[in-house]
């Protein structure tokens, strides 16, 4: 196995016994082989659409799940992979069909090459995996392209599953994952990554407009983060339809429903404020769940990643759920919902009765849902604190956060701010200082979250309200300091789509990414002025140009 696609990779080079996430070689290989055989698929599909007709939506849906399920910590389960990859080679054989003639292939084999053991699959897998590109630069480039594509597809599935999608969304994703096949410039790649960016906001916004239009815009909302007497649901991950489904089922069960990490923000739309059992927030990040969820005691639904393999020790492990695109083998995972119907969670929720009610391990609340509807009603006080230097600057520091050491950083930068200065969040960036005493300037919180990871895409409507409202022809001529942290493949489309925007110098860490090689990791500093970061008091001054 070879698997550098997050912050965490070994040594920041590279995974190639184990993930450092758990993921196991034959998994690793497995995903490989989807991604591979994913492009032959688009080759067909753009040769169908060249020809003027049709690509099946299965296509398309089966191209942006696939994607998502590689996404780190989404799924790790071997039996899931094979069964794609199986489907995978049927779906090929179903557009060769339709096509009538083969394409050329561009030097691989995904075209033809099929199997029906899993030794083959295995032997073949260990033929079509990143390394196979030998130019550091190219192989730098269509990684990063394949990276965005993932996240991307994350997000434009939790959109599907609302009802919504676009056709020029998935047509750019297999796009390009073609060029990813083709023997293209460094300038071409380039291109497609950039492109890849706009793409980005394209589909971040349709995800804005299908959560927005289904559940109300997000509102200021005090989160409780105790617990109540009842045994509960804790639900983790992005996936808003599931959530609506969840806590449609479990009304009047007497189960409570709690939310994990990046499904906090749910809290925040007022489609859910109506049920009396959504308890509260529970525990902290995606990577403190090996103790979160032995306390919680009740059942856990994984929606989407970010998954930790449970300790040898762990008691919960039969406890747990997933669905969608997670996956993990020891885990119950629950079907995809027919369509026109709502998910079946009746086997959790019977479970989740007969579980001893949470542990309280913390108190108080939390503050949130300052999406981008929500700062726009707020504006005339922020621009008025702006004026009035009440607020020096702004500090996006979205992103992820992850269980390396100096994430510290984060902490003790939030900590170390200003207090005349405001931090924008979205993601799970925002636990290393959410629960932080850090008051708030005339009545706005020095913490606002925007949400999720895809709400970022409100932290950069609000920058171009403010650059309207300011009358300034640059958004980076705005008193907003970029420093985000991240971990997987949305924060790297997210990154794509703010590049997209025109914002320059963000500075990005804990780590730079390993997929990116030294010349195209300096074309971002050349033309993006993208950084790393140092210490908490180095980069306080250089953000404050002190
Ligand atoms: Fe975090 Fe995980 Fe939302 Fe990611 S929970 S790390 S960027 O999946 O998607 O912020
Ligand atoms: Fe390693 Fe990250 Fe890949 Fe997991 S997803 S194998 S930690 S690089």
Redesign the pocket.
Known sequence: ?F????Q???QNR??TVR???G?TPDV?NLQDLLVFLLKGISVLASALREKGEKVPAKANRFVMESLFMTI??ANFDKERFVKRVHEALSLRDELLEALGSVPEERGSDSLSWRAESVEEMEAKAATVGILQTEDVDVRSLRELLIYGLKGMAAYAEHAFNLGFEQEEIFIFMQDALVATTQDLSVEELTGWVLRCGEYGVKTMALLDKANTTTYGSPEITKVNIGVRKNPGILISGHDLRDMQDLLEQTQGTGVDVYTHSEMLPAHYYPAFKKYEHFAGNYGSAWWKQNEDFETFNGVILFTTNCIVPPRSTSTYADRVYTTGASGFAGFKHIADRQEGKAKDFSALIEHAKRCAPPVEIEQGEIIGGFAHAQVFALADKVVEAVKSGAIRKFFVMAGCDGRMKGRSYYTEFAEKLPKDTVILTAGCAKYRYNKLPLGDINGIPRVLDAGQCNDSYSLALIALKLKEVFELNDVNDLPIAYNIAWY?QKAVIVLLALLSLGVKNIHLGPTLPAFLSPNVANVLVQTFGIGSITTPDEDMKMFLGE
């Open positions: 196995m698997c550098f696609q997050c965490e990779t070994a590279g995974c993930g450092v996430c993921k690793a780190t910590n997987e």
